[in-house]
């Protein structure tokens, strides 16, 4: 699935996480836990993103792997929570 | 105490190169210096030793190179042999006639009886040369947890040895190259493992080895290794658990007895904690005339525990003088700490150190003891509790409450709190099979680390290859390594690799050296650990309380107030010391993209987002904190070392 929401998603990895290095890039569907690009302080800094640029409040019991834990995850949470259908990229 | 060098085979200029070693390493040994060389004769090798002297037993005599009564032995010394008194009577008893009082003639003569033998006898940290005439050989050798340190190279078929790889360095011909597989492994497990070192060419004699060098080559053995029993045995042999804390109780006064041996007042480190404590109380009750004790506050308090060291010093009724370290004190001394260490860091925990051995010089103090070792030996690291919780999560994966029990391992880190059971279960890999992974409990740091190898250049990750570090450790894990119980896996890790490779280095002996203070550590006391070793998981581990039996000897010894506060583990500020205010001129420059793409090792476009990242967020996170500390002691290792390959104790005293 590639939305509008992936790929605002994959930027901000590219640059919060990985410091640019694009190359480093997971895959949309990866783990970003198992591929050590997030830690406990780079979930709240996702939560924080997501929060701030799509305008949804994630409640502390969204904050789950299920959620969180690939560009896929992330962007189909931002679509559920907000309301909006994702456009094509 | 002290420093030495020196070399086997054919040197131009003998006393020029014995006094350019020793200039290099003058930090370790203020208090004097000697030599000593003989030309090659015939088929035997020339020879030269140099030492650097911190006066601490017998301070008068027992100067050094010491020669055997009938000139054939010539040692160089570094350190304690803490039973020489015990070891001097059975010699006298022998037949031996003394001209010294202190351990130097003691170790010489034991040699001189015994040959490698001896060292099994010495219960001490050491580190030490002789040259023995009759077999015309060198014999090196190391104390068994690797407390000193003992370095050594070959060049243009001479073989040279040193306290410190600086003192290699001043002879001519000795080059200074990164090891890059060294780097890597400091970017995954804090430091070089086995002989390797930061230099490229220059070896690190490993604890509880001695080396034979002699017109042939070198040969390295080993006189004691780390064992646990077999995890079938490791709950039979449990005895009685009062007779255990009887035993644990003799031995630490003991071995802290053992420890206030010297000519020189001896103080300690209190940092606040159950570990050095426990050191101070029971040296207290051997001194007397009062006990100084020496402290680090920070001005951050998630670091800071000034208010347990108060506690303790009211409890103990002795003054306790502190150094106060902020993050523009790390800044300021860190690169005097990367010239000292050695090596590139990942932390800068070593740094406060070197502020807390000035204040302790400078308060006529040469000798201090601490607490080291006892997280490893009894089991006092979070990382084996995270390693327990890990297990019991795997054994039921689906578990919904199993993995909150990481926020309680974790209390001082915040963005824990928040997460939930299965994203605690994610970070922490609580899913992973235990089965066949002899890293299991360090798994999670190792990749942590790890992480901050994203900064690395194409064109160092294409040098690097397909290199692992994590698999070359486990490659130098011994057979029966698969037999003990995981606690004991895990403590073998911490104790056999981080403890030399950084604890008792980078943090211990070169930070207290670097202001000729001498650490001592009754929790290293080979009898402890050996007892230790031994003792059943649940006496060390029990549940999630970690020390057990230590917290039990402590008891009645310790407020209660210091025995059941939560373990805090000893951090510093990380790249936030470096990032206040403007920031220090010295830490942007290492940044310059110019200057690291200059050196290769660090992508510069990601590295500077690394720094305007540290530079702008309230917490960069475990990662970044790492990438940055160590590209930045990469960089002020670079240049310590490779621009000035000569470096003088004038330059480390700057």
Known sequence: ?89 | MCGFSGYLGHVDAPDRTLVAMADAIAHRGPDGRGFFHADRKGRTPGVGLAHVRLAIIDPSDSLQPMLSADGTLALAFNGEIFNYTELRQDLIARGHTFRTSGDTEVLLKLYEEMGEACLSRLNGDFAFAIWDGRRKCLFLARDRMGVRPLFYTRHGGTFYFASEAKALLTVPGIGCDLDLIALDQIFTLWSPIGQRTAFSGISELEPGTFLRADASGERIDSYWQLDFPDAADAFRDTGDPDASLEQLNDLLVDATRIRLRADVPVGACLSGGLDSSLVAALAAEHAPQGLRTFSIAFDTPEHDESAFQQQMALHLGVSNDTVNCSGGDIASVFPQVIRLAEKPLIRTAPAPMLKLSALIRENGIKVVLTGEGADEVFAGYDIFKEARVRRFCARQPGSRLRPLLFRRLYPYLPGLQKQSAASLAAFFGAHASADDDPLFSHRPRIANTAGAKLFFSDDLKARLGAYDAAEDLISLLPERFSRWHPLHQAQYLETRFLLPGYILSSQGDRMAMGNGVEGRFPFLDHRLVEFAAKLPPELKLRGLEEKYLLRKAASGRLPASIINRVKQPYRAPDSKAFLGGTGSDYVRSQFDPVRLKAQGLFNPASTGKLYEKCATSEAPGFRADTAFVGILSTGLWLEAFRATSKPTAAGLAA
């Open chain 1, 1 to 89: 699935m590639s939305t509008v929401f992936a790929s605002f998603v994959r930027a901000f990895i590219v640059e919060s996480f990985l410091f640019g290095d694009a190359s480093a890039a997971p895959a949309d569907g990866e783990s970003l836990i198992a591929a050590g690009i997030i830690d406990s302080t780079g979930v709240l800094e996702l939560v924080a993103f997501v929060e701030d640029c799509f305008s949804v409040t994630v409640e502390d019991a969204d904050i789950t792997p299920e959620n969180l834990d690939s560009i896929e995850a992330i962007a189909t949470y931002i679509q559920k929570k907000s309301g909006r259908a994702p456009l094509a990229a």
